[in-house]
């Protein structure tokens, strides 16, 4: 069970706006940067966020993110059939002294 | 452009040993800390260890801590990954990655490199 935790799944129509969170503590969200990965199926992961809010060169505005405590979350807005993948959330933990992924969320572009 | 080429994947037997080669290019392979990150194919990402530009500091996720060695050879633009007393629970997907944006941000990942335990 990872300490990051994420939901499964969510899912949305095309156009639609979908969001999905990644909870923590206070030694991890708390207190480092969460980064957010995207793995399209049968591909590596892709940097998708960076420092809680920040997209890479190259990364459409239609994705967004926050910090709040020890929660994350990363939305999509104007949900694209490109956009059918799954999402990592990732912090450092100051504890364990390790990086931690979340259990990864699977969006489905209905 | 920058370029990571994982190497070394295969199958071995349970309590074998195994080293994973990640070939770097495009970029002052030096002055970055290098990580490996694996996945059960199906499933989430694991964070496996990670080492600093000069190869002096290293961090191990608990569950390789001591099967598992990461080296890296700047000469030649290599980080390495020496695992020892395989188990099932090692078979992935094994990713080299770099860190590149803001902090422990993976902004470039290797293709991944299979390695598969099994008697």
């Known amino acids: 069970q990872s300490l990051l935790t994420q939901p499964p799944s969510t899912s949305g129509t095309p156009g639609q706006r979908v969001s999905m969170s990644c909870t923590g503590g206070?030694?991890?969200?708390?207190?480092?940067?969460v980064n957010w990965y995207q793995q399209l199926p049968g591909a590596a992961p892709k940097l998708l966020i960076f420092?809680?809010?920040q997209r890479p060169s190259g990364v459409s505005d239609r994705f967004s993110a926050s910090k709040s405590d020890t929660s994350a979350s990363l939305a999509i807005s104007g949900l694209q059939s490109e956009d059918e993948a799954d999402y990592y959330c990732a912090a450092w933990d100051d504890s364990l002294n390790v990086l931690l992924f979340g259990g990864g969320t699977k969006v489905t572009v209905l | 452009e920058v370029q990571l080429v994982e190497s070394g994947g295969g199958v071995v037997q349970p309590g074998g040993s195994l080293r994973l080669s990640c070939a770097a290019s495009g970029f002052p392979f030096r002055s970055y800390w290098m990580h490996w990150v694996r996945q059960v194919p199906g499933r989430g990402l694991a964070w496996v260890a990670r080492?600093?530009?000069?190869?002096?500091?290293?961090n191990y996720a608990d569950s390789v801590k001591g099967r598992v060695t990461i080296s890296r050879d700047n000469a030649k633009g290599t980080v390495s990954l020496q695992m020892y007393s395989l188990s099932v629970d090692d078979s992935a997907i094994y990713y080299c990655?770099?860190?590149?944006?803001?902090?422990?941000?993976?902004?470039?990942w290797g293709q991944g490199t299979l390695v598969t335990v099994s008697s």
């Open positions: 420092s809680d809010r």
């Open positions: 080492i600093d530009g000069d190869g002096r500091k290293t």
């Open positions: 206070s030694s991890n969200i708390g207190r480092n940067v």
């Open positions: 990655v770099r860190v590149g944006l803001g902090w422990l941000a993976f902004d470039s």
